[in-house]
C-alpha cells in the first residue's frame, strides 16, 4: 500500500506529494519510467514495469523507437500501460552520471515528462528517482534537481497555457532513497510562494 510521507501545494496550484511504495501500483494517469535511450526495459524500474505490466510495454516501445528513433533527454516517449493500473507510461531518458551536464540533462527529462503529459491531457502523474539506479546519479542531488524541474516547469507554463495537470507524485520504495528527498525537499521547498528565493 502506497504512502504519503510528505504534500504541498505548488505555488500554481497543483499537489505535489512524497510517496513510500511501488510505482508501478500507482492508479494515476501516467507513470514516469526511468528509461534508456531505446527503450530496452531489462532492470531497474524500467524491468520492473514490464514484469508487471506484461510484453505489450515493450512491444510498443520498440514500435515507438522504429517510428521515432532513440528517445532523448528533453522528448520522452509515452506508450499505453499494458495490464498496470495506470493508463500510460511516459519513458524519460535520464543522464548516466559521468556523461556531463548531468543536471541539465535530468532537469529536461522531467520537465520533458511533464509536457508530455499536458499534451496528453493527463491530471496525474507519478515519478521515480529518475538516474539514480544503475545510471549513477548522486541521489541527494537528483532529488533537488527533480523537485526545481518540477517547480520551475509550472512556474514557466502558469502564465501562457494552464496545465491540465494537478497531482505530481514522486515514488520511492527505499527508505533511504525517501530520506534523500525529505531532505531534499526541506532545504528547497518546491512549494514555497512565487517569487520567493531558493
Same mark, same amino acid.
Given at each position: 500500500m502506497n504512502r504519503v510521507l510528505n504534500n504541498c501545494s505548488l505555488p500554481a496550484g497543483q499537489r505535489l506529494e512524497l510517496v513510500q511504495g511501488d510505482l508501478t501500483e500507482e492508479a494515476v494517469d501516467a507513470i514516469v519510467n526511468a528509461a534508456?535511450?531505446?527503450?530496452r526495459h531489462g +532492470?531497474?524500474? #524500467? +524491468?520492473?514495469?514490464? !514484469?508487471r505490466g506484461g510484453r505489450?510495454? =515493450?512491444?510498443?516501445?520498440?514500435?515507438?523507437?522504429?517510428?521515432?528513433?532513440?528517445?532523448?533527454?528533453?522528448?520522452?516517449?509515452?506508450? +499505453?500501460a499494458g495490464s498496470l493500473p495506470c493508463r500510460y507510461i511516459i519513458h524519460a531518458v535520464g543522464p548516466v552520471w559521468g556523461d556531463g551536464d548531468e543536471d541539465a540533462k535530468l532537469g529536461q527529462a522531467v520537465?520533458?515528462?511533464?509536457?508530455?503529459?499536458? =499534451?496528453?491531457?493527463?491530471? @496525474?502523474?507519478?515519478?521515480?528517482?529518475?538516474?539514480?539506479?544503475?545510471?549513477?546519479?548522486?541521489? !541527494?542531488?537528483? #532529488?533537488?534537481?527533480?523537485? =526545481?524541474?518540477? !517547480?520551475?516547469?509550472?512556474?514557466?507554463?502558469?502564465? @501562457? @497555457?494552464? @496545465?491540465?495537470?494537478r497531482q505530481i507524485r514522486l515514488v520511492l520504495?527505499? !527508505?533511504?532513497?525517501?530520506?534523500?528527498?525529505?531532505?531534499?525537499?526541506?532545504?528547497?521547498?518546491p512549494c514555497r510562494p512565487a517569487g520567493d528565493p531558493a
Open positions: 534508456n535511450a531505446h527503450l +532492470g531497474g524500474v #524500467a +524491468g520492473a514495469i514490464v !514484469r505489450q510495454i =515493450q512491444k510498443e516501445s520498440d514500435a515507438w523507437v522504429r517510428e521515432h528513433g532513440p528517445v532523448s533527454h528533453a522528448q520522452p516517449a509515452i506508450t +499505453g520537465r520533458g515528462s511533464l509536457q508530455v503529459a499536458d =499534451q496528453t491531457g493527463l491530471s @496525474s502523474v507519478a515519478f521515480p528517482a529518475i538516474s539514480t539506479g544503475i545510471f549513477g546519479f548522486p541521489r !541527494r542531488r537528483a #532529488a533537488r534537481v527533480i523537485l =526545481q524541474a518540477i !517547480r520551475g516547469y509550472f512556474l514557466e507554463t502558469a502564465g @501562457s @497555457s494552464p @496545465s491540465t495537470l520504495y527505499d !527508505r533511504a532513497a525517501l530520506d534523500d528527498f525529505l531532505e531534499a525537499w526541506q532545504e528547497f521547498d
